[in-house]
């Protein structure tokens, strides 16, 4: 029988925990505060939105919301950023993604300073993750972490397979598994015989964005499965990069979708924004 990896439960034993660290963090006189700012109104980003500015309220954090005009230009984004890295009363700065096709995402991310970077987005914090300094992490690899970590899971000398490079999951999903002290091999679209490696792997983190990519044939018996996409299948209904139903019966434990890696993500944004008001942004 596996075990079911409940990313709802454990993101609410990290958002009480924060909520008791802000409440603490306002007795000595510290408001945290969170910019959000969304240009357009993609319907996927809306929500995205809405849940953090609600996790924002749930512990205890100012959220400040930007609502932009999908025709703002990248100048008018850029702008605002400065005039948020500016101010003084502003911890935390998240620029939701993707962003119209006028503005370079690139040179907005790197616009927000670094200390005030939660997404973990910027070079700075990337290339700190990388030679094992302080810095800000991408919140869902983070989150995997705690998944992991508080499911009991072991990861040191694993076997840990990535399915997926980018920037946001793939790679510093890599680095914080390799902090671990696990074994980490990155599989991509170019990847050969990518089932003969993910059937190696003791930890297989999939981040492919295709609905239902993995199935039973590419687990080894009793794996830890950890699934990062979400999707609608042909039935409306979500689903995830990993064919549930075919998958599970196979591994030790398992992440569902929806319930599983999703609520990490906004957990660990509010950790990095209490992080960030504490000024130590340690990753754990
Ligand atoms: N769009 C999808 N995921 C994310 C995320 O983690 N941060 C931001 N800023 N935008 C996103």
């Known amino acids: 029988m596996y075990q079911i990896i409940d990313g709802k439960k454990i993101s609410q034993e990290i958002k009480d925990e924060l909520r008791e660290k802000v409440t603490a963090l306002k007795g000595q006189g ?3 505060c969170l910019a959000v700012i969304q240009v357009g ?4 980003s809306s929500v995205y939105v809405g849940n953090k500015k609600k996790a924002c309220a749930y512990i205890g954090i100012e959220s400040l919301a930007y609502e932009l005009p999908e025709e703002t230009t990248e100048q008018e984004l850029l702008d605002l950023v400065q005039k948020l890295n500016a101010d003084d009363g502003v911890n935390g700065i998240l620029v939701q993604l993707p962003l119209p096709k006028q503005i370079n995402e690139e040179k907005v991310i790197q616009t ?3 200390e005030k970077d939660v997404d973990g987005f910027h070079e700075k914090n990337v290339g700190a993750l990388c030679v094992g300094s302080k810095g800000y992490v991408s919140c869902t690899p983070l989150g995997i972490i705690q998944l992991l970590k508080r499911s009991g899971v072991e990861i040191a000398g694993k076997h840990c397979v990535v399915i997926g490079r980018s920037n946001i999951v793939g790679k510093p999903m890599a680095m914080l598994l390799l902090r ?3 074994t980490v091999t990155v599989c991509h679209s170019r990847t050969q015989n990518l089932k003969e490696i993910t059937r190696q792997a003791d930890i297989l983190v999939v981040a492919v964005g295709k609905p239902k990519f993995v199935d039973d044939s590419f687990i080894k018996e009793g794996a830890v499965v950890i699934d990062v996409g979400i999707h609608r299948d042909e039935n409306n209904k979500l689903c995830g990069d ?3 139903e075919k998958a599970a019966p196979h591994a030790s434990a398992i992440t569902p979708v929806p319930g599983g890696v999703g ?3 906004i957990a660990m944004l ?3 924004c209490v992080s960030s008001a504490e000024q ?3 990753v754990q």
């Not at 109104?41 to 996927?44: H, I, L, M, Q, R």
């Open 270 to 272: 509010m950790y990095n």
């Open 41 to 44: 109104s993609d319907p996927a």
């Open 180 to 182: 671990e002290n696990g």
């Open 280 to 282: 130590e942004d340690q």
């Open 30 to 32: 510290k408001q945290i």
């Open 242 to 244: 990993v064919d549930f």
């Open 263 to 265: 609520p990490m993500t």
């Open 112 to 114: 927000i300073a670094p």
